[in-house]
Every structure is written in structure tokens, then in C-alpha cells.
């Protein structure tokens, strides 16, 4: 039986790397008695499988992963979650555990196919254009207006790292949604307590299949470069709010 | 949730991040106004070496089940934050609070090996505590130190406030009271020290002076305090079962070097090899209930979630009830998915057995801690085990399906000469040998494999070599190139493959194994002068620290390389730690007699330690 898992990172926790999420889980899973299938072998590992990585620093409140349980074990979402929940670190919360079939195509990671974020920043560190939109200079406007300006174009040329060189690629098609946002007050607060941002943010739902995985970073930077705004990496805060799996999904039960 | 030390950016822009957020499962948060001593514990190493310390972990956890104690964590910052946080004179932190380290009433430090000295200022230096004891004043932290390194603590003397001689179960209660009177105002500073001198174990530098001969031989070493002791006595905790063990050790999030539950099955050996300064100053062997472990390991794993566990000993083949623990432990393991990690065990046809339950053979490698190449300097360093038990168990670990051993020496051993060095190189020969002659062709899976290193041997305190010399370090590198060439010379040597350790490393270990009290300067300036991490190759600088000794005018090899007397006064002479003098000098004259003595379950040999009342001297002999 295979259990699909969608949990959240936040706060501190977000220092700790993807492979010691994964080392944590197996012990969180361990302490909380859920009867989890072992490999054969001389080291019995258990056979779970984690979604994208999400890197250092980058909070989120759609993570996901599959777990297999032994044969015959009884799956009850309620006393699943009361488990696994009272074995968490403060930061790191489990959400949700349905049952997926169990077949090769469920594998977390592969099935993927977008991931939405919202993207703000260090506070003060962006000098915002603050022009009316009626504006004609693209470079003057309000970002709410430049984006809409971004969007129109029908390719958007990017130099992408890719495992062995740099390439030319259009991530127009990449970009499903793209939106300029003004954070309330309570959703500042949510950000890690030592982090301080500013109100203009920006959301985002971005291809993040397997070698057309957008990062949001990148999407910033172009969007930076076109609209004329200075944004230093080290200001951006990247929140991962879900992933996506492709909606012909046969199985019935997408990532979310 | 406490607000973390450091900023959000410093922490994305060094190293693992995760060593200095704290907020492990099952580390101890408490509430500041709930608690009077606030007690900093520190392993003067990376995050991940300082995690794996069981010796903490035990600490930890008994000073957080004291209702008004918090315990907490620190280790050294690597140097990239090390850097950023002089640059920005940010205070050290323990990893709880995240508070910083000179708020707190006790600064404890775990010295488990020399070459972390310089660390030992970097962690006082960090929290902005004044590197010598003498110029602390009312508000800093008492700077406490325990571990093997504290059998002789004069070379790093002059930065404590005290030293805890022994093992950490035993006076702490008594120490604390005595810190209540202080925090209290009814006593000063000094007047604490005063006192917590008169407490067993605690050696309080300050009140002792050494004085030196011309030669520079240690001439005085005498109480400035009429009323502190003249000899501090080793602590220890004689009834392990009843000693507290943490049920819940902290789980690093980041994986640590020691990345297992740890149980810990005795304390000493009985064995009595001569170079050994654990098997000395450890003793009387006092072993551990198997049925207690059995509880203390079940309650581990649940409550960590490791999938493996690991037995914690100094020879765990001498353990009386090995047998019962590990028939429960492979049952109980094998019934939850965990994993045995097997200490060295002595190789025979039991320990053969277990491995074999246990482990992938085809993966696993064979251990022998032969220590020495040749029958005669094994006598010599006591090392008890014969070239007959060592070929006898390779051949069966070779019926057995393994085909790689692994094989520790020690180079500059008293009184080896040259065939002894080379028998290194022959006994590696007559192992590959005894494989190719033995195992028909059929049933061998592959070549077999024979990997051999050496180490510099470096005498320490309270054992029978005390007295040796050290080589000087061509000496070492002349002998391990001769059993390179001597390797070279075998008909299986592309079988075997020989590696041997830095000279210059173990040198300066040496110096501090043996020191006085003059050594803090020659530490204090290397570290002035960027000395840290020495323990990692990539940060040692030989020469960094041979200019130190130069500018302090003192010579590394009059602590190295000089032939102790027997009547000679020695630095730790102060410290009792159970073994002897007399039994030490009749050991080191056994030694270059070349005649061994029996270990202490075979037949007692009058070591001094029976005065402990317990453990193995008065275990039934049959």
C-alpha cells in the first residue's frame, strides 16, 4: 500500500537539506510506529520517494512524499497523521496522507509537472517603481503593470545552466501564471521569524517537470532585467506553495 | 520558538546551516526563569564530530534531569562562520537558546584529543570570555574541563577555571551546591574556586605553581593554598546499571560521524597493552548488565528512530555477556529493521559467527589491531594477541567468504628495531599467503585484499611508556618508507596496499600529551597566529606551529624525543588516577624486558585500582 504524504517547511527548519529531510522522515516514521515496508537485505531501508528537492533556505507549504507500507497494514488517514504529527520538529507539519495505487507511475518525483511559489524580499533591499501605469515606459511602471507587459511577449529568451553547459532557451511556455501581489500584513508575519520583508511580492505557477524545471530565481531575475529593477539575489525569499501533477493523471490522484 | 543568534543571510551564506540552528528532536528546551545554573557543554570540534561524543550525550541528559540545571549545546564554528562572526563581533551561542555563551554559569569542555587545543581559544575567544582564568572576572563563565586529555591538563592549565578528574557521574551534585552560594553573592568568585578545590576530583590550576630546573625538567609543582589537596583523585562511577544513560539522545539533523544509537556495554579493560592510556587511566573494568541494556537499547530506538545501533566499549570481546546481548540484539533488530554496527571484536570463530548474521561479507571488511609486525615488540607493548590467533583467524574469516583485512600498527614503538619494523611488511605476506594456500580457486571471491596503515606512536601520560621516547619524525619516516620498500619486496605485494600517518601531527601531540604548563604560550601564540581545526589535515600548518615554539624558546623534542627517568618529576604527577607508580614502573621494566603480564581476568597484577572496591578486581575468578 502506498501512502502519498503532503507535509510543510517552514521557519528554521528551512536550513535543514533535502537528504536530511528524507533521513528525518524515516526516523520521524520509525518513532511514530508506522508499519512502513523494509527492503530485502542485509540494510532494510524503507521504500519512499520524495517529490522535488526543495533547496536551503526556501520554505514551503506543499512538500509531498510516498511511502510504502507493509503488506496488510492498515492505512486510517486520522491516527496516520495524529502519529506521524506528534513526532515532527516545530517547522515541519504533515497536512495530508491519502492512499495511491501503487504502480511504477506513481513515483513522486517524476510525476511532477508544475510548482506555484510566492517569491517576496528582504525589506528594502528592491527600489520599486512607483510611476502610474499609464506610463508608456515599461521600465517606469508600477510591477503589477510590468508584469502584465512581461506576460504579453510571446517568447522570453533566457541563458539557462543546464547540467553540462549554458543554453538559449524560451521559458515563455514555462510560465503559466505570473502575478505582481501585495502581502497583507498577516501574510509578512509569515515568514521566518529573523526575516523581515517587503509587501511587494509576487506569485507564480511554473513548469517543473523534469528538464523544463523553472526556478522561480531565474524567473525573478528575467523579470528584473526586463523591467529595469535591481533585485540582488541574496533579497529574494522563495515560499514553494504546491506542486502540481499532470491533470490526465490516470490514477485519479494528482500530487496535490 | 527562541529567535535564532545568527542572521537569516549569514546562515545562507556558510556551510550547513543546520550546525548552528539547534531545535533537534530530542534536545531539551527549558524555560530560562524556571532554572538557577545555566550550563554550556562544548566538544571543541565540528558540529558533526562533537554530536557523535557519547560522553555529552550522558552529561546532557543527566544535568537536564536536574530540575533548576539547563544543560545545552555549543560546538566550534567552522571557519567560514568562525570568520564572519569576528568580523561582525557576534558572541558565541549555544544551540538551545541560541543565548550567548558568556551569559551562561558554566562553560564545560570536552578534551578528547590534543590537537583540538587551539579550538579550546577559539570557543573562549568567540564568547568573549578572557582566554586566562586569571583575568575572568564575577560575571564570566566558570570554565570547567573533563576528558582524557585532562589526565595531564598543564599545557591548556592556564585557560580553566577547573578540570573535573574523571568521569562526569560522580561530584557534579556537590559542585552545583557549592555554585548556588556563589551565584547566591554569599561567596566570591575565587572563594567558589577556593572551595570546589576541596571537592574530589576538581583541580583548580590556580592554586598550584610549577617550578623548573635548569635543565628544564619539572623541579616543584606545590599548593599556593594551604587548604586545597595536594593530589586529586580520579572519579568514577562503579555501578553502571545504575548510572544515568540517556533514553533519549539528541538526533542531529544533519548526519553526524556517529549516526546511531550507542550503547555503551563497559567502562575500562582489562587488557593492559602498554601504549594505552585509555586502558590505564579507565580502569577497573566495570561492565554493564546485559538486561539493562537490553532495556536502555529498545527505549533508544524508539525513541530516536535510528536504524541502527552500534555496542561502545574499549574491547567489547571481553565483555562477560556478549553472547546473551547480541542473541537479544540480532532477534530484536532483525524483528524492526535495524542494523548492527559491530565494534572491533576480536577475530575468532564467535565474533566470525555474528558478523555473519549481520553483515554483507562480500562489503565488510576484517579488523585486526595487531599494533605491532613482530611476536617480540607484541610482547613488548603487552598487545595480547599471537601471530597464531592472527593467522588462525584470517583463515577462518577467509573459510568464511571475506577477503579484505585490514590491519593497524604503530611505528617508533620503545625498543623496536629493524626486523621488527619489517615484519610489518611479512606478516601482511604470510596473511595473503595463508589465503592463496588455503582457499581452493573455486571457492575464493577474488583477490584478496590487505590494507595495512601505521601510526606514530605517541606515549601518554599514566601508562608504562611514559617514560619513552618519542622518535624524532625522520626516524618515524625512515621506518614506514623501509615498510613501504619491504612491501614492495613480497611475492603478494600488489595485494597489499601500506599507508602510514603524518609525522608532524603526531609530534605535536606528543608535546601536549606530555607538557607543562609552559606549553599554554606556545598554544596560545599558534592560535594568535590562526592555528584552528589542527585535528583536519587541510588546516594543520607544521610550520606555523614550529614558529610558535621558536618565539615562546621552547624545543618540541625536549617533550618528545628525551628518555624520561623513573625518578623524574612529571607534570601529572599531581593526579591520582588509580594505576599506580609502582605498578607503571614495573610495567615499563617488563616492557623492555620484553615479558608480558596477564590481563585482569586471568590474574590480577596489582595495578592499584582494586581500591575502587568494584568491577573486574573483584569480579569471581575461577
Known amino acids: 500500500m502506498r501512502i502519498r504524504v503532503k507535509f510543510t517547511k517552514t521557519g528554521p527548519l528551512k536550513f535543514i537539506g533535502h537528504l536530511d529531510v528524507m533521513r528525518y522522515f524515516q526516523k520521524a516514521i520509525r518513532r511514530a510506529d508506522i508499519p512502513a515496508a523494509l527492503s530485502e537485505g542485509f540494510s532494510p531501508h524503507m521504500i519512499m520517494s520524495f517529490a522535488q528537492p526543495l533547496g536551503v533556505g526556501k520554505t514551503s507549504s506543499g512538500e509531498y512524499f510516498d511511502l510504502d507500507l507493509k503488506e496488510g497494514a492498515i492505512f486510517d488517514r486520522e491516527d496516520f497523521l495524529r502519529r506521524l504529527n506528534a513526532e515532527m520538529a516545530d517547522g515541519i507539519s504533515c497536512v495530508n496522507a491519502v492512499e495511491i495505487p501503487s504502480n511504477k507511475k506513481n513515483k513522486g518525483m517524476s510525476q511532477v509537472a508544475a510548482a506555484s511559489y510566492v517569491v517576496s524580499f528582504r525589506k528594502g533591499r528592491v527600489q520599486w517603481n512607483s510611476l502610474k501605469p499609464e506610463e508608456m515606459d515599461v521600465n517606469k511602471q508600477k510591477p503589477s503593470a510590468q508584469v502584465v507587459a512581461f506576460m504579453t511577449q510571446e517568447h522570453i529568451m533566457v541563458l539557462r545552466k543546464t547540467k553540462k553547459s549554458e543554453e538559449e532557451t524560451d521559458i515563455r511556455p514555462w510560465i503559466m501564471d505570473f502575478q505582481a501581489l501585495t502581502l497583507t500584513p498577516a501574510q509578512l508575519a509569515e515568514h521566518p521569524q529573523n526575516v523581515e520583508a517587503d509587501p511587494q511580492a509576487f506569485s507564480m505557477l511554473v513548469s517543473a517537470k523534469s528538464g523544463q524545471n523553472l526556478k522561480p530565481e531565474l524567473l525573478i531575475k528575467t523579470f528584473a532585467s526586463y523591467a529595469g529593477l535591481e533585485i540582488p539575489e541574496s533579497a529574494v525569499l522563495v515560499h514553494r506553495m504546491d506542486l502540481y501533477a499532470e491533470s490526465e493523471n490516470e490514477s485519479g490522484a494528482n500530487v496535490h | 520558538m527562541q529567535k535564532l543568534a545568527l542572521d537569516d543571510e549569514i546562515l545562507l551564506s556558510i556551510e550547513k546551516p543546520e550546525r548552528y540552528i539547534g531545535r533537534e528532536v530530542n534536545s531539551v528546551v527549558k524555560n530560562k526563569a524556571d532554572v538557577s545554573i545555566r550550563f554550556a557543554m562544548c566538544f571543541p570540534d565540528v558540529y558533526e564530530i562533537g554530536m557523535s561524543h557519547l560522553g555529552i550525550q550522558i552529561l546532557y541528559d543527566m544535568f537536564n534531569r536536574m530540575d533548576d540545571v539547563w544543560c545545552e549545546r555549543v560546538y566550534s564554528p567552522w571557519p567560514d562562520l568562525d570568520h564572519i562572526m569576528r568580523d561582525r563581533n557576534i558572541p558565541l551561542f549555544a544551540l538551545e537558546s541560541q543565548d550567548p555563551i558568556r551569559d551562561f554559569d558554566f562553560l564545560g569542555i570536552t578534551i578528547?584529543?590534543?590537537?583540538?587545543?587551539?579550538?579550546?581559544?577559539?570557543?573562549?575567544?568567540?564568547?568573549?570570555?578572557?582566554?586566562?582564568?586569571?583575568?575572568?572576572?564575577?560575571?564570566?563563565?566558570?570554565?570547567?574541563?573533563?576528558?582524557?586529555c585532562t589526565y595531564n591538563p598543564e599545557p591548556i592549565a592556564d585557560f580553566f577555571d577547573m578540570f573535573y578528574i574523571g568521569e562526569g557521574e560522580t561530584v557534579y551534585p556537590q559542585l552545583f551546591a557549592l555554585y548556588r552560594k556563589k551565584k547566591n553573592g554569599e561567596i566570591s568568585r575565587r572563594e567558589f574556586l577556593r572551595q570546589a578545590a576541596g571537592i574530589e576530583g576538581i583541580y583548580v590550576p590556580q592554586f598550584y605553581q610549577a617550578s623548573y630546573n635548569e635543565d628544564g625538567t619539572l623541579a616543584s609543582f606545590t599548593r599556593t593554598d594551604p587548604t586545597v589537596p595536594e593530589k586529586i583523585t580520579k572519579q568514577i562511577a562503579m555501578d553502571l546499571d545504575s548510572a544515568p544513560y540517556p533514553d533519549k539522545p539528541v538526533v542531529p539533523y544533519i548526519q553526524a560521524t556517529q549516526d546511531r544509537v550507542v550503547l555503551e556495554i563497559m567502562r575500562g579493560c582489562i587488557r593492559g597493552c602498554r601504549f594505552c592510556q585509555a586502558g590505564m587511566i579507565y580502569r577497573p573494568q566495570r561492565e554493564k548488565s546485559a538486561e539493562r541494556m537490553e532495556q536502555q537499547a529498545e527505549k533508544m530506538l524508539r525513541s530516536t528512530g535510528y536504524d541502527e545501533i552500534s555496542l561502545s566499549s574499549l574491547s567489547s570481546s571481553d565483555y562477560s555477556q556478549l553472547n546473551e546481548l547480541l542473541t537479544f540484539l540480532i532477534e530484536y533488530c532483525d524483528a524492526h529493521g535495524v542494523n548492527i554496527s559491530l565494534p572491533s571484536l576480536r577475530i575468532d570463530a564467535f565474533s566470525l559467527d555474528v558478523m555473519n548474521k549481520v553483515q554483507d561479507i562480500k562489503k565488510s571488511s576484517l579488523t585486526f589491531a595487531a599494533e605491532a609486525g613482530s611476536q617480540r615488540m607484541r610482547d613488548v607493548i603487552n598487545k595480547g594477541i599471537t601471530e597464531d590467533e592472527i593467522m588462525n583467524g584470517a583463515l577462518q574469516a577467509f573459510r568464511g567468504g571475506w577477503n579484505k583485512v585490514k590491519f593497524y600498527f604503530m611505528l617508533g614503538l620503545p625498543g623496536e628495531h629493524e626486523e621488527d619494523v619489517l615484519e610489518i611488511a611479512h606478516l601482511c605476506e604470510r596473511v595473503a599467503e595463508c589465503y592463496y594456500d588455503n582457499i581452493p580457486k573455486e571457492k575464493r571471491n577474488g583477490k584478496i585484499s590487505i590494507t595495512a596503515s601505521s601510526s606514530f606512536f605517541v606515549p601518554k601520560p599514566f601508562t608504562p611508556f611514559q617514560w619513552a621516547p618519542m622518535d624524532r619524525p625522520e626516524v618515524y619516516l625512515d621506518k614506514a618508507h623501509s615498510v613501504k620498500d619491504e612491501v614492495r619486496r613480497q611475492l603478494n605485494q600488489k595485494s597489499i596496499r601500506y599507508t602510514y600517518?603524518?609525522?608532524?601531527?603526531?609530534?605535536?601531540?606528543?608535546?601536549?600529551?606530555?607538557?607543562?604548563?609552559?606549553?599554554?604560550?606556545?598554544?596560545?601564540?599558534?592560535?594568535?597566529?590562526?592555528?584552528?581545526?589542527?585535528?583536519?589535515?587541510?588546516?594543520?600548518?607544521?610550520?606555523?606551529?614550529?614558529?610558535?615554539?621558536?618565539s615562546c624558546g621552547l624545543d618540541p623534542y625536549f617533550y618528545t624525543a628525551r628518555t624520561r627517568e623513573t625518578d623524574e618529576l612529571l607534570p601529572w604527577d599531581f593526579i591520582d588516577c588509580g594505576v599506580s607508580r609502582k605498578f607503571l614502573v614495573r610495567e615499563w621494566e617488563r616492557a623492555k624486558a620484553g615479558v608480558t603480564t596477564p590481563n585482569c581476568r586471568a590474574q590480577c597484577s596489582g595495578c592499584g585500582c582494586r581500591g575502587y572496591g568494584g568491577g573486574i578486581c573483584y569480579e569471581n575468578k575461577s
Request: glycine share 8%; net charge negative; with cysteine.
Open chain 2, 501 to 550: 600517518h603524518d609525522a608532524w601531527v603526531s609530534i605535536l601531540e606528543g608535546v601536549f600529551a606530555r607538557g607543562d604548563r609552559r606549553i599554554s604560550r606556545v598554544i596560545e601564540t599558534a592560535y594568535r597566529n590562526g592555528a584552528l581545526f589542527d585535528a583536519w589535515t587541510e588546516y594543520f600548518d607544521r610550520e606555523r606551529w614550529e614558529k610558535a615554539f621558536a
Open chain 2, 112 to 148: 578528547q584529543y590534543e590537537m583540538c587545543y587551539a579550538n579550546i581559544l577559539q570557543i573562549l575567544d568567540l564568547s568573549q570570555i578572557p582566554l586566562h582564568a586569571e583575568d575572568r572576572g564575577e560575571d564570566d563563565p566558570i570554565v570547567i574541563g573533563g576528558g582524557p
